[in-house]
């Protein structure tokens, strides 16, 4: 049995033993488990990455679970699953292969590779690019070996359809994982001609729980005053580039901003880090209603100065949530 394997097991392990001791009231196998089904066990725990940085760089390290504290809505809540080290994550590597960046192709193409090349052997990825369509290039695996083929066969032509990328990488791609998330999406930071609206994009994200990291070239755009972008509206860029930082702080994650994707190696290197040295808290909510509402999540650290960030919220279920150990 692989790693990544293993640690699901466990997790979703400790999952239904802690769930069992906040919900004792649970009944023992029913009839549907009699006609063959399997019946996963009630539970509303919700997990959060913390990244806490300290003030003059660098990341606090060593963080004890009795320095957090979290609340929902403004309710502390009991933290009872605390992780000191970066868990294993499924990361979704979202490249724009608009025309706008070919000439840069070769640099993103090198600088990818290297990246997924030094994720860790529990970590799994997916590749996805997108222009005036949107491609699953490689699904969840550690497939490495396939990378550099798969980058060499994109030719970078059309539009830049980048809502779209995002609500369908949210929807569908991370559906069903309850492991760590996290987006990194790479491109200019100008959409054209998606279908969604930004708006239902934004929601999708925060839904799906991944964590968004946007490698973002708008604000080199606005200073170097790239030849092929001079018809475009300052404007159009300030606006791009306030809903690029709205999604990456609903969802936890961060913008970055290279000024030429020739860069991009380091900022790579500055996302593993960060996933690396994230702590990851879970509590049971103490609102047991399944809503659907949208509920503020507050983490505090009692690290002098500290620096926290985390996602600011999520949806309630609407449903019970069944998990069933594989």
């Known amino acids: 049995m692989s790693q990544q394997r293993i640690w699901t097991r466990l997790f979703l392990i400790l999952l239904l033993a802690l769930t069992a001791a906040v919900l004792p009231g649970q009944q023992g196998p029913g009839p549907a488990e009699d006609q063959g089904f399997k019946i996963g066990v009630e539970v509303n725990m919700v997990t959060v990455p913390v990244t806490v940085r300290k003030q003059e760089g660098g990341f606090f390290k060593g963080l004890e679970k009795d320095a957090f504290r979290v609340y929902e809505d403004g309710e502390p809540q009991e933290i009872v699953f605390f992780a000191q080290e970066g868990l294993p994550a499924r990361i979704a590597i979202v490249l724009d292969s608009s025309g706008s960046v070919r000439t840069e ?8 590779k290297r990246f ?10 997916a590749l996805i690019s997108f222009d005036s369509e949107i491609r699953l290039k490689m699904d969840w695996g550690r497939r490495t070996e ?3 083929p798969v980058l060499t066969s994109i030719y970078c032509k059309g539009a830049t359809k980048l809502w779209d990328a995002i609500w369908l990488v949210s929807t569908d791609l991370f559906k069903g994982i309850r492991e760590k998330k996290a987006i990194i999406i790479m491109s200019d930071g100008l959409d054209t001609n998606s279908a969604v609206s930004y708006k239902e994009a934004l929601d999708a994200a925060v ?7 946007v490698v973002s070239k708008t604000e080199a755009i606005k200073q170097l005053a790239i030849k ?9 860029f300030v606006n791009a580039d306030l809903a690029l930082r709205k999604l990456s702080f609903e969802t936890g994650g961060r ?19 960060e996933l690396r ?3 990851t808290i879970g509590y049971v909510s103490s609102n047991p209603n399944k809503d659907g509402t949208y509920r503020e999540i507050r983490v505090r650290v009692n690290a002098p100065g500290a620096t926290v960030s985390a996602r600011p919220g999520y949806y309630a279920p609407d449903e019970l949530s069944r998990y ?3």
């Open 277 to 279: 040295n994230q702590y």
């Open 324 to 326: 069933i150990v594989p």
């Open 116 to 125: 997924i090349e030094n994720l860790k052997p529990e970590d799994e990825f």
């Open 105 to 112: 192709w070769g640099t993103i193409k090198y600088a990818t």
């Open 146 to 148: 396939r990378v550099d």
């Open 207 to 213: 839904r799906s729980e991944a964590a968004m990291y």
């Open 228 to 236: 092929e972008y001079e018809d475009v509206p300052h404007e159009v």
């Open 255 to 273: 913008v970055l901003y290279p000024n030429t994707f020739g860069q991009l190696g380091d900022i790579y290197a500055q996302v593993d880090e």
